[in-house]
């Protein structure tokens, strides 16, 4: 996959538009929740797993360099953090794992996403596209967005990244927090992106795959699950460090909707889906669970 870290692209789609971390808190319908049909993954079973995935390591899995592993394993000694750097090694390794992934997946080929560190100096500000609201982003900006015109763009506002390790979530205070939490939010957003390809490669080709609704929480619940399968491959590269499985179910589930809101899932929802990625490692079965449609168009089963 190729990356391009601040660059405009030319190449228009028309495609899903904006996605958010967090939840707008405006009165949305009720969506009937979703039940789980796989037996495979049963509350029980689930219950009694450890904070860490069972499946056995990926074979002959290449550890990255030792200042990749360093970057990502950073952040409870109280050392300085370098934000910025973080989130793109983050970003960065997501990318790896998601050629892999598009490598071994037939129909699909390399995409591309651009991803904003705002509040840098090279990109003080970033105003989303008018599609996705036309909004200019700083570095405080209360939200992360993935936007899906052009190539795909992932939106990082560094210093509300960087309150993460201070406690300040989006907000929230979810009781662990820190580097894990911040890569979750990295890699829920990455989600939205591959959603995106998938969609778009897939049509192209003349396989349509059914798009999610407005407000469809299965198009968060999917993202969480895809956040769960790169944080599954970071287990076994050495980047989870005592703690980190706490901080990426506190966020997940401080970022879940409140009572009356369903636009992207409850927190048990959210956890639960982030689970199904970590626990299987296996993007396959994100959209298997989570988007129905997709499976039956891309013959997975
Ligand atoms: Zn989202």
Redesign the pocket.
Known sequence: MRLVVISMKTRLRARLLL???VGAAMGVAPVAEASSTDAAFSPARMSSLPSQPTPPPPEEEELPEAENREALRSSKSGGEINVPRFLSKVTQDADRVWVDYFAQTPGLEEPFVTYHLVGTTQEPTYTLSRACGGATIDTDHKNAY?CSTGEGDIVLPVNTFARIWQGDFFGRAPKNTGDFAAAFVVV??FG?HIQDEILKQYNERGVPVPNYKRNDKNK?LI?DCFAGTWAFSAYYKGFVEPGDYDEAIDSVRAIGDPPGVAS?GTPDERQAAFEEGYNTGEPTRCIIRYWPGAAAALGLS
């Open positions: 996605a958010a971390i993935y829920h957003e939205h968060e993202a992207h």
